[in-house]
């Protein structure tokens, strides 16, 4: 049985303006709500498959990470600011265990 997933419109409008540099509103929109669930997906425990560009912004990466409550807590240092207030999405690595993150404009889709 699928579980529904509830989208927070804050979160969708706020990342949608970031995705409106590199492209036009509707595009920007569907991506934006498109990384809504990816982040909802992570945080219900599931291990995502996606993709974003690499910092180069040429290099595209597939990345399957999480942020399954346990594992974040278990890697969490706390020593530094929170990245989305710089506009990047951060997430646990599930292949290397360790923290990654990637500019949300930078964001391609989900894969699986």
Known sequence: MKQSIVINQHN???????FSEKSDMPTAMSKAVELEILRKRMMSGECVRFMYLKADGITPRIAVGTLQKDSVEANVKGTGVNRSQYGQFCYLDTLKLAWRSFRISNFIGIID
Do not use: G, Q
């Open 12 to 18: 969708v409008v706020k990342d949608a303006v970031r």
